[in-house]
């Protein structure tokens, strides 16, 4: 069974940036695909990226690309997400998320492991 924590959150300005972080102890982290997905106050929880088991291969949502970067080192079992030109829209709490299959994953029950969440608050 693996555990996802995510770390990095917080309450900045619009135009900064801020890099979440999501520590695994998921067996065999790097055969995992991972994902981030966020969730605003009243609205269902929505892909942001996806990044494949050798971080050879990422998928961004439109409204992110360009701006936000996942990357991952699996020596460390960790998984970032690089979020620079924030802007209020952006504001949710943030999930990283792993898959058992190790590809690129954008659907939310193609993830098997779940973190807990961070709260990113971006103001105007």
């Known amino acids: 069974q693996g555990q996802l924590v995510e770390s990095g959150g917080g309450l900045v300005q619009a135009g900064d940036s801020l890099r979440l972080s999501c520590a695994a102890s998921t067996r065999d982290f790097n055969r995992f695909g991972l994902g981030w997905f966020r969730q605003a106050p009243g609205k269902e929880r929505e892909f942001v990226a996806a990044i494949n088991w050798s971080g050879g291969s990422t998928y961004y949502t439109n409204s992110v690309k360009g701006r936000f970067t996942i990357s991952r080192d699996n020596a460390k079992n960790t998984v970032y997400l690089q979020m620079n030109s924030l802007k209020p829209e952006d504001t949710a709490v943030y999930y990283c998320?792993?898959?058992?299959?190790?590809?690129?994953?954008?659907?939310?029950?193609?993830?098997?492991?779940w973190g807990q969440g961070t709260q990113v608050t971006v103001s105007s």
């Open positions: 998320a792993a898959a058992k299959n190790s590809g690129i994953n954008y659907k939310t029950d193609s993830y098997d492991y």
